[in-house]
């Protein structure tokens, strides 16, 4: 059975400074995916970033980075220079490849909070 | 472009009663989810339709949820009768494609209050 463990509940940070939200994953599939979504006060999921379990090198996308620890199953997502609209519900998901699994399989999140 | 548009934003019901939740995918994806997400717990897999058939209902709780997608284009998640237990928020998400690294965009979500 595939899992995300978001142990988070809530989080905060100063605004400039940098924050790590935690994901933690279990799967058998020796080939899969993890996204994290980010759902601001006005409801809609907005994809962040993406890495694949193969990649070698760890997904950036502007001021997010993915630290991917392949051995440790941890995803952790990390928002460089936090800024007041990063305040929002953050989810990591994962799908994996193979026997035709085509559904996102969530954490239960995490709200970052944001103070200036 | 639209993005993936869901209505209504907030329906509240009493138990029993019925409730019709549309969405509409993005022009031109084929592959359109749905999900839930009940009392603050996990967004959960309701079922997946590539364009007018239903690739994995896997996740359906039960014969009172019904989704259709007539045509291909927008769908519906019907529930009758509605129970306490079905509030929570129902995402809709579409994608070009449902292959490997696929990111599906998603809408803002009905939600669902039942009395």
């Known amino acids: 059975a595939q899992k995300i463990t978001q142990t988070q509940p809530g989080m905060f940070v100063q605004e400039k400074e940098a924050v790590t939200l935690d994901c933690t994953y279990d799967t058998s599939d020796p080939s899969y995916g993890l996204f994290w979504y980010k759902q601001p006060s006005s409801g809609e999921m907005i994809f962040l970033i993406y890495?694949?379990?193969?990649?070698?090198q760890n997904a950036t996308e502007g001021r997010y980075s993915l630290n991917f620890q392949k051995a440790r199953k941890s995803a952790n997502l990390v928002i460089s220079a936090s800024q007041l609209g990063d305040s929002a519900m953050y989810f990591c998901?994962?799908?994996?490849?193979?026997?035709?699994?085509?559904?996102?399989?969530f954490g239960a999140g995490t709200r970052l909070a944001v103070h200036p | 472009e639209a993005g993936v548009t869901q209505f209504p934003s907030h329906s509240v019901i009493e138990k029993g009663q019925t409730v019709t939740l549309r969405c509409d995918p993005i022009s031109g994806h084929d592959n359109l989810y749905w999900y839930r997400r009940v009392m603050g717990k996990e967004i959960k897999f309701l079922l997946h339709?590539?364009?007018?058939?239903?690739?994995?209902e896997s996740g359906m709780p039960n014969n009172r949820f019904l989704a259709e997608r007539t045509g291909g284009t927008y769908s519906t998640l019907k529930v009758q009768p509605a129970e306490l237990e079905d509030s929570g928020v129902y995402f809709c998400?579409?994608?070009?494609?449902?292959?490997?690294?696929?990111?599906?965009?998603f809408g803002a979500g009905s939600r669902l209050t039942v009395l």
């Open positions: 998400a579409s994608s070009q494609d449902f292959s490997g690294a696929n990111v599906l965009t």
């Open positions: 890495q694949g379990s193969y990649d070698q």
């Open positions: 998901a994962m799908k994996g490849f193979s026997g035709g699994y085509n559904k996102l399989i």
């Open positions: 339709f590539v364009k007018e058939s239903k690739q994995d």
